[in-house]
């Protein structure tokens, strides 16, 4: 649970962050997303020239699934452990991370996969119908969206924000073009962090909206 100098320091960014923001095109359910990934970053090009991206069903689609008791699958550690774990044991959302299991590094090899693209395979039953959330592994992206190709998993929503120089903005472009809710950037910058901050954002929506 936050204490009360924490959300006293918490409130402070958040005005800082409007102050310094200036105009913006995000609407009024977009906008605490962004939000919080600055926050959580303390980089505005997420606002800017790395623009978060939304499908139009993306929010809606996300709190509907997390409040009935979605598993939330992400490709690293660093993401698990960036999620509130207060919000997702109230709404029992069951934080599912493969990246370590040995039968997932052992069958990587045998597929000539990375252990992220097949940390997404094994995780086929729990993405489907629940949340993807990548924050560090373009490659698992890439898995994701394949799987939906091939009509294996058909997530509520995908929050894809990899980081890094090898594909992470091509497995973001390639994001966009599929028709299921997700929520991304343009360019490299990404990150547990941001991906991380996405998934609270969306918790807060339900705590202190009506949404």
Known sequence: MQTEKGKLIEDASMQIIESEIGTHSYNEKEWPIVRRVIHSTADFDFARENK??????????????IKSRCSIVVDVNGVAGLINKQYSKEYGNNIICKISDQDVARQAQNENKTRSQMSMRMASSEIDGGLVVIGNAPTALLEVIQMMKE???????????PVGFISAA???????????????????KGGSSSAAAIVNAL?????????
């Open 52 to 65: 978060m991206i939304f499908h139009k069903n993306a929010i809606q689609s996300g709190l509907n699934a």
């Open 170 to 188: 091509e497995s973001k472009e390639e994001l966009t073009k599929i028709n299921i809710p997700f929520i991304t950037n343009k360019g490299r």
């Open 151 to 161: 009509n294996i998993v058909k997530p509520a929503l995908i929050i894809g924000m």
């Open 203 to 211: 918790y807060k929506l339900i705590q202190e909206s009506s949404f």
